[in-house]
């Protein structure tokens, strides 16, 4: 049951991070001139983040990344495309605050899969960047240079916090010999 009063609105975002990794920040951010549509495909430019009501012209790390989209996250964004603005404007056409919409629709969403046994427990949007670098690595073998570009991370951090090992010490490190 979805209790989100702008599903249409909301669920292109949620795409966008369960398929490209950015941050949620990073989502709220885009305008349509940071996405790219060569020949048949579409790339998005990662440059700002939109974070606690503040536009800053810069992501976490300072890095500046192009991801590619995915077909499906493509036709859904072909039919919300226009010339200018944000891709994921609020329902006042102004950028979405992250908070409200945890608190607003998220939550209720999630309250709602919880209570239907859909899922354990209630997860943040943040959540759907680290299911995209689990699946792309375990599903589809990606390397974790290669996600670390995707995401804006260094390799370090992507094997930390993303990859699902656990380091190795003397009591967990196998007797090989």
Request: aromatic share 10%; glycine share 4%; with cysteine.
């Amino acid at each position: 049951m979805d209790r989100n009063p702008h599903p249409t609105l909301n669920y292109p975002r949620r795409e966008i991070a369960s398929t490209t990794g950015c941050r949620p920040e990073e989502a709220i951010s885009l305008l349509w001139s940071d996405l790219f549509w060569p020949q048949a495909s579409c790339e998005a430019s990662i440059t700002k983040v939109f974070s606690k009501n503040i536009l800053k012209p810069y992501t976490k790390n300072h890095l500046i990344r192009t991801i590619p989209i995915s077909l499906a996250l493509q036709d859904l964004l072909e039919e919300r495309k226009r010339r200018s603005g944000l891709v994921f404007p609020s329902p006042h056409k102004k950028y979405i605050d992250q908070s409200n919409f945890s608190s607003r629709v998220w939550n209720c969403v999630l309250h709602s899969l919880v209570a239907e046994g859909e899922i354990r427990k209630r997860l943040r949007p943040y959540c759907l960047r680290h299911s995209f670098v689990t699946n792309i690595h375990h599903e589809h073998g990606v390397p974790f240079p290669t996600i670390a570009h995707l995401i804006g991370d260094k390799i370090e951090t992507v094997i930390r916090f993303y990859s699902g090992t656990k380091p190795l010490t003397t009591q967990t490190f196998p007797n090989l010999y």
